[in-house]
Structures are given as structure tokens and as C-alpha cells.
């Protein structure tokens, strides 16, 4: 166990729809990443938050949207959502923005 | 652009055989290279190597890192059936975000 904790696990969604993914870090992390991992592409990066503020930006669309609260879960959103948004979505978190990162369990987004 | 290459992209062996993963990487200042273990869900950490660090080992598995060829092997002998994953290797890119390769498929049969 990790100590990244991430819910749904599942999300199963129709087009259109907007979901939003939940992200707890590990205790003392103050710094979460988001990624995508779908068949064909890999684990690419999303977006990273540090103690609340956003430090950098991957090739995350303009449909999706995150932010880090002031307990330092985050949540990622994605609205009108489209069949090649289905994926797994993963967090993860390090201690100050470091290289080591700790990844959740991921939440399976299908999206009919 | 920096990039991360891994090969082959999928491998299957025998139990026992030993197999070698690889990984190479383009990428400006370059400070560290990562492998992970993909099972199931969640990717696990194996090894981090650095300039100051450039082998590691853990039990069957270890890594080595190229600096001169702009890459990285990871090893894993006497290969058993709990073995079977996705092998991914990363570099820090831009700031602190990992850059992955698109990882290697290796499959261990009995």
C-alpha cells in the first residue's frame, strides 16, 4: 500500500457527462501529480499541484480542470466527456515535488 | 523534446530465464532515472539511479545506469511467475514531473 489513496476505483460515465476523481496523498506528501494511462499511450502526465498551488501542466485538455485543497487532497474534473477519455487515471505524491512518487491505485474511467 | 525509449515492448520467457530490460532517455539536465513495476494497477517503485548512483540491486532485480550511452538496463534473473508486469522506466523532466516510457510487457510462463 502506497498511501496514496483514490476514489471511485470505478466510474462508469456516458458522453457528455462530467466526473470528478478524488486524490488523498500520502501523509506529509505535499505535492500530487496526475496521470493518464490508456492502452495506446502510456502513463502520460497530467498536472502537478504543489501545497496548493499548480506547478506544472501536461498535455491536460481544457475539458479537464484539478486543484489541491488546503488538506492537500486533490480532485481532478472532466466534463464533457468523450469515448477516448476512457482510461486510468492515476495520482500520485511526493514529499516536496521530488522524483520519487508514490502512485494510487488508480480510478477506471469508462465512458459509453 | 524529451523523450524516454524502452525495448523491447513486450517479452516472454520461461521461469528462470534471466531477462534484460532496456531503457534509454533524451532529456536536458539530466538527474536521475526510475524504474517501476506495474502489476495489475498501481506502478510500485523499484530502483532510482543517479550520477553518484548508477547500479542498484534488490534481490533478483538490478539496474544500471549509462550515463555515457543515455541509458539503463534492468536485470532480473531465475525469473518467476510473480515477475509478470509492466517494467517502466522514467526520467524527471521540466521541473519535478516524471516522464515514462511506454513500458515493457514481460510475461513469465511456468
Known amino acids: 500500500d502506497s498511501g496514496v489513496t483514490q476514489t471511485p476505483k470505478h466510474l462508469i460515465t456516458a458522453t457528455g457527462q462530467r466526473v470528478t476523481l478524488r486524490c488523498s496523498p500520502r501523509s506529509g506528501d505535499l505535492s500530487v501529480y496526475w496521470y493518464q494511462q490508456s492502452l495506446d499511450q502510456g502513463l502520460q502526465f497530467l498536472i502537478q499541484y504543489y501545497n496548493g498551488e499548480e506547478r506544472a501542466k501536461g498535455n491536460i485538455l481544457e475539458r479537464f480542470s484539478a486543484q489541491q485543497f488546503p488538506d492537500l487532497h486533490s480532485e481532478l474534473n472532466l466534463s464533457s466527456l468523450e469515448l477516448g477519455d476512457s482510461a486510468l487515471y492515476f495520482c500520485a505524491s511526493s514529499r516536496t515535488g521530488g522524483e520519487k512518487l508514490f502512485f494510487g491505485s488508480g480510478t477506471q474511467l469508462s465512458v459509453l | 523534446e524529451d523523450k524516454v525509449v524502452q525495448s523491447p515492448l513486450s517479452l516472454v520467457v520461461h521461469e528462470g530465464d534471466t531477462v534484460t530490460l532496456n531503457c534509454s532517455y533524451e532529456?536536458?539536465?539530466?538527474?536521475?532515472l526510475l524504474w517501476y513495476k506495474q502489476e495489475k494497477k498501481a506502478p510500485t517503485f523499484l530502483f532510482m539511479l543517479?550520477?553518484?548512483?548508477i547500479e542498484k540491486k534488490s534481490g533478483r532485480l538490478s539496474s544500471i545506469l549509462d550515463k555515457k550511452e543515455l541509458s539503463s538496463i534492468l536485470n532480473i534473473t531465475a525469473t518467476q511467475t510473480g515477475d509478470s508486469a509492466i517494467y517502466l522506466c522514467?526520467?524527471?523532466?521540466?521541473?519535478?514531473?516524471?516522464?515514462f516510457g511506454e513500458g515493457t510487457q514481460l510475461t513469465v510462463n511456468p
Open positions: 522514467a526520467v524527471p523532466t521540466s521541473g519535478s514531473r516524471l516522464t
Open positions: 532529456v536536458t539536465n539530466f538527474r536521475s
Open positions: 543517479t550520477s553518484s548512483g
